[in-house]
């Protein structure tokens, strides 16, 4: 059926209906073959949050390794396999996955959608992911770890690093380009055709508007990072001269393809988190978001103007002034649109008439106000003649770790405490929450503040140590002090997480009281996300007039007259809208659970170890399996027996 | 029709839209692009970057095979587009008739293509120099889009021929066929970037 008839069926019937239909299978092969977009997330979310704790020992050990001149806690050789793994996994592994863990979870059901567009292609991108990093972190089990830098300048990595370490870093980031464009597409088609009806753009949550932005972005940058690995895997591997200066190659080719990606990247793993802050702050300021369509003008035209800023990062490599004044001036304008954010959260909290000083509050606003140090020093290194006299120093460690950290780990774990009890249904506890807020953020400023005196008085960057007597030693102490009591904060949440899941506080569906249609749900969320497809009306339609929650959530419970789409058969169906008013498109059938996602990202996997370790009967080996598994994927569409 | 019920259940406007699979091979197309935009943007920075081009004492490409190669791959974007519209005339028949004919022209490309890898000369490999390089990369990138456009148009046929596509369903067909006329439209710029610059703007 399709609309809830009160003669013939009851909300409890609709519901038992609505659950088997979207159900996975249980056990082993439900896992396997599962493409709920809430599983997907699930996973990003973990994948990602590991990788965040291995990128972090592995700053511990650099830290320990600085803390004192001259010291012999890491060999100059791992030191560097260590920095090179540190930002590889930062970036890449953790800071542009824990996006998608929230955007998965979180945007169908901010939208009022059962599921993202392309089910089965969003598990493949998390599987993409998965094997990618497996992939990357092969490397520790022969010893050759990537050590030419996360940014793998050449000739350093096409010449000097002989080993498979960049190999396995080259091969492994063009794998995981792979996820973050198949997820961007499925994010960008997810929230052109799946917002519930009268879900018009101007109603749309903040968070989508940001991943939105970012997945256009990913679509337009991520060819950087596939072409520009890829090039210098052809000239490690098969002997190509792409960046070879003796036989036509450019040197300086891989720092304008690197940074062609690789400033719109900050930007991609920093306007979703701006995205969550856009979600909390209204919620415990009992505030509508002041200056909404501000807000979303700024996030766009971040996206925009980031796309004319990469010459910033090359200001010291001889380029013509003009140039590079055209990407200074670009770099300070970026700020413009950053300013407009900070003063619609301003507005925002201003205009409250009572804030609830929760721990997710606390995190966000430790975030906007340590981002806002970061934002300051990034104003300061735009102007070239100040970035000649910092470049390759501290004072940019201490930028770029303020702006990442502040504008997206700080965020994290205020999503965290804001939206884990929808995933799982149980609250974090408070007091632990705020205790690790403190010592968390005191420690970021430990850690980073000093570094920008460091850079000033002249200790270089990706140093592995440095001689004793240059007046740097103390500021390295604190420095160190504060990277083992941020570690000391993160792992106080940690423990919250399992010391709440064992206190097990029942969350009920909406515990904030917020606005935003994912509270219309249960919490943990039912597999079918809606019972009854909401109709919307208003940015935040579960908010009355003064800004309180209604007490009658629409998705729990379906009414008589809902429309429910719950079908006899086992089909996965939900509403597909037209339009940027989000009219009534159509009745859509979804893919339900497969393989295919997980054996194509397998083949995948196949294929780039054996163009690894140069193998050509492996590598033929994965092609083919890509191709077949691609069939198999499609093969039902094609003979009609599925959609 | 559960539409139906829904649209007069529901006060909202309804509205026809773009599917699903319209949006995903528009995005497709954007970063696939990009991605070849990229390349070239290799090509001619190293090229505005060179002392002479082509580089060390490579010939100019050969101009008449590949002019030829060119007009049939380019009249393929046009059989397909015929295709396209018999097929929104109800017309199964014809439609098969050029889809098949879209297909042998591709394939006739594809087959110049590794033809030309096959006789290329010896001393003019990818090892050469960067211009050796780019000119493999490129091209092969190329073919290889190609060769998985081919795979779509098969998957295509069978799936026309099993009648999954009429005149009121063509939007699985019209895709496909959106992806070989992007195909075909990298060549536009491949094709001068690859074969011409070492002719007209050799140094």
Same mark, same amino acid.
């Given at each position: 059926m399709s609309i809830l008839d009160p003669e013939t069926d009851s909300p409890q019937q609709v519901k038992r209906r609505l659950t088997e239909i979207w159900s996975d299978d249980a056990g082993t092969p439900g896992f396997f073959s599962s493409v709920d977009h809430k599983r997907v997330g699930h996973r990003y979310l973990v994948t990602s949050f590991v990788f965040f704790l291995i990128g972090g020992i592995q700053a511990l050990m650099m830290r320990t390794q600085l803390?004192? %001149? &001259?010291?012999?806690?890491?060999s100059p050789e791992l030191y560097n396999r260590m920095l090179t793994m540190h930002g590889t996994t930062m970036f890449f592994l953790f800071l542009g996955t824990i996006i998608s863990a929230w955007g998965n979870y979180i945007i169908p059901l901010a939208i009022g959608a059962r599921d993202m567009a392309y089910p089965r292609l969003n598990m493949f991108s998390y599987w993409v992911f998965l094997f990618a990093g497996i992939f990357m972190y092969l490397s520790f089990f022969i010893g050759q770890i990537p050590d030419g830098g996360w940014f793998a300048y050449v000739p350093l990595t096409t010449d000097f690093s002989p080993d498979l370490g960049m190999d396995f870093w080259a091969l492994g980031v063009v794998f995981l380009g792979i996820s973050s464009t198949v997820g961007a597409v499925n994010f960008i088609v997810t929230t052109f055709k799946m917002r519930a009806p009268g879900l018009t753009m101007s109603r749309l949550p903040l968070v989508v508007w940001s991943t939105l932005t970012t997945s256009f972005m990913i679509l337009f940058s991520f060819p950087a990072i596939t072409v520009a690995p890829l090039l210098m895997a052809f000239d490690r591997i098969? !002997?190509?001269? =792409? =960046?070879d200066p003796e036989l036509g190659g450019d040197a300086l080719l891989w720092q304008h393809l690197f940074w062609f990606w690789g400033h719109p990247i900050v930007y991609i793993v920093f306007l979703p988190p701006i995205g969550w802050l856009y979600m909390i702050i209204p919620t415990f300021a009992r505030q509508r978001i002041a200056g909404y369509h501000w807000a979303v003008a700024a996030t766009v035209a971040t996206g925009f103007i980031s =796309? !004319?800023?990469?010459v910033h990062h090359m200001f010291a490599t001889g380029l013509p002034d003009v140039t590079a004044g055209f990407f200074s001036v670009a770099s300070l304008g970026v700020s413009f649109p950053t300013a407009v954010a900070f003063f619609v959260f301003t507005a925002t909290v201003w205009t409250a008439r009572r804030i609830e000083w929760t721990a997710s509050m606390l995190w966000a606003v430790g975030a906007l106000i340590s981002f806002a140090i970061g934002g300051i020093s990034g104003v300061m290194v735009a102007v070239m003649p100040f970035d000649w006299q910092t470049h390759d120093t501290y004072f940019v460690v201490a930028h770029l770790h303020y702006v990442l950290v502040a504008g997206n780990v700080l965020p994290m774990f205020a999503a965290f405490h804001y939206w884990l009890p929808k995933v799982t249904g149980w609250m974090l506890s408070e007091r632990l929450g705020k205790w690790s807020f403190w010592v968390t953020v005191i420690g970021l400023h430990l850690v980073f503040f000093p570094q920008h005196w460091l850079g000033l008085v002249g200790m270089p960057r990706r140093v592995y140590t440095y001689a004793e007597g240059l007046g740097w030693d103390t500021a390295n102490l604190v420095s160190t002090v504060g990277a083992y009591l941020f570690a000391l904060g993160v792992l106080i949440s940690v423990v919250n997480f399992f010391w709440s899941r064992h206190r097990h506080v029942d969350a009920g569906p909406n515990p904030w009281g917020a606005g935003t249609l994912e509270w219309a749900t249960t919490s943990p969320v039912a %597999?079918? &996300? =809606?019972?009854q497809i909401p109709v919307v009306g208003d940015l935040y339609p579960l908010w009355d007039d003064q800004n309180r929650a209604i007490p009658q959530p629409v998705g729990i419970e379906p009414e008589p007259g809902g429309v429910v789409l719950a079908p006899e058969e086992e089909h996965h169906e939900t509403l597909e809208t037209v339009g940027l008013d989000a009219r009534i498109g159509s009745v859509l059938e979804m893919a339900g659970p497969s393989y295919w996602p997980l054996w194509l990202a397998a083949s995948l996997f196949v294929s780039f170890f054996g163009f690894l370790i140069h193998n050509l009967a492996t590598l033929t080996a994965g092609v083919v399996a890509v191709g077949l598994s691609l069939i198999g994927w499609h093969w039902g569409h094609i003979t009609g027996e599925e959609h | 029709m559960s539409v139906d019920a829904v649209r007069a259940q529901l006060d909202v406007p309804s509205g026809e839209g773009r599917s699903l699979a319209w949006w995903g091979i528009v995005l497709t197309i954007l970063t696939e692009g990009t991605l070849f935009a990229m390349l070239l943007f290799v090509y001619y920075y190293l090229f505005s970057r060179a002392q002479e081009w082509p580089l060390g004492d490579i010939q100019p490409p050969e101009l008449f095979t590949i002019s030829i190669r060119t007009a049939i791959l380019f009249s393929s974007s046009a059989t397909m587009s015929i295709a396209d519209r018999a097929l929104r005339r109800g017309r199964i028949g014809l439609t098969s008739v050029f889809l098949v004919l879209t297909f042998l022209l591709g394939a006739l490309f594809l087959a110049g293509h590794v033809r030309e890898m096959l006789i290329l000369p010896e001393e003019f490999t990818w090892a050469t120099n960067a211009y050796g390089s780019l000119f493999y990369v490129i091209v092969n990138f190329h073919g290889a889009h190609l060769l998985v456009g081919l795979i779509f148009l098969a998957f295509t046929f069978v799936a026309l021929r099993r009648g999954r596509y009429s005149a009121d369903s063509h939007e699985g067909f019209k895709v496909s066929g959106m992806y070989w006329h992007f195909v075909d439209a990298v060549w536009v710029f491949v094709f001068p970037t690859l074969y011409l610059v070492p002719h007209f703007l050799a140094k």
């Open positions: 803390a004192a %001149p &001259n010291a012999n806690v890491l098969v !002997g190509t001269h =792409f =960046f =796309f !004319g800023v990469w %597999p079918y &996300n =809606f019972a | -």
